[in-house]
Structures are given as structure tokens and as C-alpha cells.
DNA sequence: GGTAGTTGCTACAGCCACTGTAGCTTCAAG
DNA sequence: CTTGAAGCTACAGTGGCTGTAGCAACTACC
């Protein structure tokens, strides 16, 4: 049985963070010792190992909660959680085309920027003239 | 002078999104009709976009601050705004490659899931056990 | 057995950059 | 003069935590 830092550094979690899992109902209710300290067994190691690495992967905390309903569920099909997996996979590639459309047009401003006077800046007249982009970059990059 | 929706439609802004600028001081109080509603300058236009733009790009609320007040000042020099733009791209940068870690592992995952049912899932495999990862993917994926 | 120091507990506020809601007032068109 | 859109304030909620305050419990050492 371990304590929440101990189940903590095995995980690489924060105490609090543990805590909040368990409170939107991501990690179930811990044992608790007579003086109301949690502890936790094998089996909620396994499960926060699991919720920490889908996180790791970048998966929300609420696609995390179907593919763990899904884990607890050996005997369902296979093919709910390829779907989130691949939705996850289309997110990230869809960032990753936003962020390098920016970082083309970051490295265009920065590139003709002289270093004098801020009256002459390239990056500030960029950021006044939206005319100025190749690029459309309409929704903001996140 | 413009009403908040019209300032809103020219800037691609929502209605609240503007008056939350101005309750942290981004963009300055503004004009009042004797109604109590907003009007907009043509310079308010400008910030706005300015605002907006650099939004785009992905900069944080508190570099466009000191961007902005930069801009309200041609005499300083630009080396500032310089290396702002510098900090975002090399972090923008830092993002893309962290997606691209993540993308290759998801890819993987995905590729090897044989569509059959859940105990023998890849994905889910994958998560439960991280030693299957080729990348470390330490910190979480944003 | 005592005590000091670490870890745990709850409850709540704060982060970023908005978004949405409720319940009201003002404005512009017809 | 009415109607409906657009504006107003104030506040709660989003995601995924993080930090704080003020306690209680556990553990290691003497």
C-alpha cells in the first residue's frame, strides 16, 4: 500500500493532481488509513501509469475516461478506442500544420528585422499590417 | 466611431472578448455614448488588430503588452521586440517538435491495432504499458 | 514516551484566454 | 411609438491543473 507521494514519484505526479483525479471520478475513491490518509494499491498504480501516459500523448482527461472505461472492459470492441487514438492523431497533426504555418512567418519578421529603432521595426510593422503575412493564420494558434 | 459589435466584425473579435482586453488594460477604457455604451476610434481599430495579430501568431497576452507599449514608443529600440518574437518562435518551435514525438507514437499505436476486441488492443496496450514507447515524451503533450 | 519534521488532509483561489449566461437597458429602423 | 437587435454588468464555467492556508497524522530519532 502506498501513500499518495510515494504513488506520486512512481508516477511522476503531483499529490494535488492525484487528488483532482480523484474528485472528477477519474481515479476511484482511495483506501483510506483510521487517520484519513489515502492509500493506494497495486491496481491504482496500474491505472494512474495509464491516465498519466494517455496524458503524456496528449489525450483529454474526458477521452482518457472512455478509453479507461474501455480497458475495464475486455471483452468490447477494439475499435472505440483506435477511434479516439485516431482523433488524437488528427488533433495533433492539425497543431502541428497551424504552428508551422506561425513559426514560417515568426522566422519572416525576425529575419527582416534591422535592429534599429522600434519606429522602423519589421516585427512590430507585421504585427500593425496583417497585409504584410503570406500566410492566413485565421484562427489563433494554440 | 464604431459600436463594440461593428469594432468586433471589422477585427474577427468576439463582443466580450473586447471588453475583457479592456477590464486587464489591454486595450484602453473606451468612449462612452451618453447611453453608457462603447464607441471606437479608428486608433482603437489599429490596437485592436494589432491585438488580434499577434493572437494569431501565438503570442501570450503579456508579450503583446510589451509589444504593444513598444509600439507606443518609436524611439525606443526594437532589439526588445525582437527578442520577444524570438522567445515565441523558439517556443513555438519546442511545440512542434514535441507533437511531432507524439505524433509518430500515436501512429504507431494506431497501426498496430488489429480491430479486434478490447484485451487485445494495441492503443490500449500502449497506454498500460509505457516500456512499448520508442520516445521518452517526459513532459505533456501541448 | 516525547518531539520534531515531513507528509497528509480539506477547502478554496488562481492560472490563461477566453466563452456563456441572466437579466436588464439602449439604440436604430420602420 | 414600438419592436427587435445589440449593448450593458456581473458572474460562473472551460481544461488541467497549481498554489495556499491552516490544520492533522504519521515516522524517525532520542
Known amino acids: 500500500m502506498l501513500t499518495i507521494g510515494k504513488l506520486g514519484q512512481k508516477t511522476g505526479t503531483r499529490v494535488q493532481t492525484i ?14 488509513t483510521e487517520g484519513g490518509q489515502r492509500r493506494y494499491s497495486d491496481a491504482d498504480f496500474d491505472r494512474l501509469s495509464f491516465i498519466r501516459h494517455a496524458r503524456q ?12 472505461s474501455l480497458s475495464d472492459h475486455p471483452d468490447q470492441s477494439c475499435h472505440e478506442a483506435d477511434a479516439i487514438a485516431r482523433r488524437q492523431l488528427k488533433q495533433v497533426e492539425q497543431r502541428i500544420a497551424r504552428l508551422n504555418a506561425l513559426k514560417t512567418e515568426l522566422h519572416r519578421m525576425i529575419e527582416e528585422c534591422s535592429g534599429g529603432h522600434a519606429a522602423d521595426c519589421r516585427v512590430l510593422e507585421v504585427l500593425r499590417d496583417h497585409s504584410e503575412c503570406l500566410t492566413r493564420h485565421d484562427d489563433i494558434g494554440a
Open 19 to 32: 487528488r483532482y483525479y480523484e474528485e472528477i471520478g477519474l481515479m476511484p475513491e482511495a483506501e483510506r
Open 57 to 68: 500523448l496528449g489525450f483529454p482527461l474526458e477521452a482518457i475516461r472512455e478509453l479507461l
